[in-house]
């Protein structure tokens, strides 16, 4: 059993190693170009666009584009945005969190053209709902079934893995240190809880995490900014650092500058998950007839990811300088650092942000890792699967799970090679649909105008 876990831990180390980061990111400034820099030109569009309530005329599509942006949110903001930061802190040093925008920020093109395909060449399921995601851009889009396959056999386990049993284990760990309760206990109530959402499809799925994700993200988000408004004289000191170790490594590593930024992409990519594929799902169940509208909605969701609720955590850490501590403990340090600053409170914003996150994030790879399963093995299956995802929530929260995440962490980075390939061959489709969109958008301006004019 130990060669078996260190082998896969080896494969895990090989699979997220120099070469996926740097066709990741790569593939981000890629579609940048050839989408003209749409993610900073029409980021203000598209947040508005996120939190309105437009719709499309004749709308095919089984959500809104908020209850798609939150599906996508639920499932992207998790244990990435309090641990993932905090290790990506530790191990390459505070600038790991300038290179974690980096990554943000042409993470937010590959988003973008995630959702014009995903939108673009989506199908509607034997059940009268809409499928789509890599596995189906892949197959109509390229004409590769295999690699269709391939990415939703990576996808549906993975779905078990880091978006299921790792997040509802997280939960019961947290739950059990702060009030001593029985794990099997927490991941019986968790299963309940999860089934009970899962069973009636991702409308059911949207309903919840349009409540959830914002009330969650708030909370978080909230509580650091307390932190940092109390403490704003030290504030310019920590984004200094930031942007001075991001260049040249001196406050961690030896000065290793490539440290530095390995560990901020790797953890910006864990965070936002540009490029893994998945988000792209449930962009798909969008109500849309305009691919590049609903693709607008999606990118923003790493700006949020990232920019916004990730920033927070890197900030505070850095502002406490627990991260240099030689006995530091890189799962409590976000705990840790809220507390330094808000003792007896802040350890609660970040325990309680951990439990919201880590169900939010069951909840969006269920219906990621359910797409991937029926595009497998057909509509009937989903059931099966349900029930099956819903166990695993139970099963997950009482066993030691290290070798599932590095099963499930090495499913993830599988999954991004098909998608990513999928994005660049498609890449003169993605353009078509952008033209498309501005010009609708352009129109829209127009058509206000002249509205603005005649009143």
């Known amino acids: 059993m130990e060669f078996f876990t260190n082998l896969i831990s080896e494969i895990s180390s090989i ?17 940048t170009l050839r989408i003209s820099f749409l993610q900073f030109s029409h980021l203000g569009y598209a947040l508005k666009l996120s939190f309105s309530k437009h719709q499309d005329q004749s709308s095919q599509g089984d959500i809104s584009h908020f209850a798609a942006l939150m599906t996508a949110l639920a499932a992207t903001i998790g244990t990435g945005n309090i641990v993932g930061v905090a ?35 989506r199908t509607v399921d034997e059940r009268g709902e809409m499928a789509g995601g890599p596995m189906y851009y892949i197959e109509k889009g390229l004409g590769w079934k295999w690699l269709a396959v391939l990415f939703a056999l990576f996808a549906s386990v993975a779905a078990f893995g880091i978006g299921n049993m790792v997040q509802s284990n997280a939960v019961a760990g947290n739950i059990s240190a702060s009030f001593g309760l029985n794990p099997w206990i927490t991941g019986f109530i ?26 969650m993200a708030l909370f978080y988000v909230l509580g650091g900014l307390v932190i940092i408004l109390l403490n704003l004289t030290e504030v310019p000191a920590a984004f200094g650092l930031i942007f001075s170790d991001a260049f040249t490594g001196t406050a961690m590593a030896g000065g290793a500058i490539g440290t530095v ?14 490029g893994l594929g998945s988000a792209p799902i449930a962009a798909a169940a969008a109500k849309t007839d305009v691919p590049g509208r609903q693709a607008l909605v999606s990118m923003t969701g790493t700006f949020l990811d990232t920019v916004i609720v990730a ?28 507390n330094m600053f808000l003792p007896g409170i802040g350890g609660w914003i970040v325990t309680i942000g951990l439990i919201l996150f880590a169900y939010s994030t069951i909840l969006g790879w269920s ?3 359910e797409k991937s399963f029926e595009y497998l093995f057909g509509a009937k299956s989903v059931t099966l699967y349900r029930t099956l995802f819903s166990i695993s929530v139970l099963i997950g929260a009482g066993l030691s799970l290290g070798i599932v995440w590095d099963i499930a962490d090495v499913m993830n980075g599988l999954m991004a090679v098909p998608n990513l390939i999928g994005l660049i061959a498609l890449s003169g489709v993605v ?6 969109i501005k010009d609708k958008i352009k129109q829209e301006k127009e058509q206000q105008k002249s509205t603005n004019i005649s009143a």
Do not use: C, H, Q
């Open 190 to 215: 968790l299963a309940a809880l999860t089934g009970l959402v899962i069973l009636g499809g991702i409308k059911s799925i949207g309903r919840v995490t349009s409540y959830l994700v914002p009330f």
């Open 87 to 121: 290790t990506a802190v530790v191990l390459g040093g505070p600038g790991a969190v300038f290179w974690m925008w980096v990554t943000a920020l042409v993470g937010m093109a590959t988003k973008y053209a995630e959702g014009v395909l995903a939108v673009k060449y």
């Open 311 to 338: 920033s927070i955590t890197g900030i505070v850490i850095t502002m406490s300088g627990l991260y240099d501590a030689p006995d530091v403990n890189k799962a409590s340090l976000t705990a840790d650092a809220f």
């Open 261 to 274: 930024i390995r560990w901020g992409v790797a953890r910006g990519v864990f965070s936002n998950e540009a």
């Open 15 to 31: 699979v997220w190693g120099p070469p996926l980061l740097i066709l990741i990111v790569g593939t981000g400034i890629f579609l």
């Open 367 to 369: 219906y990621y890792g």
């Open 431 to 436: 353009v078509a649909e952008t033209k498309i």
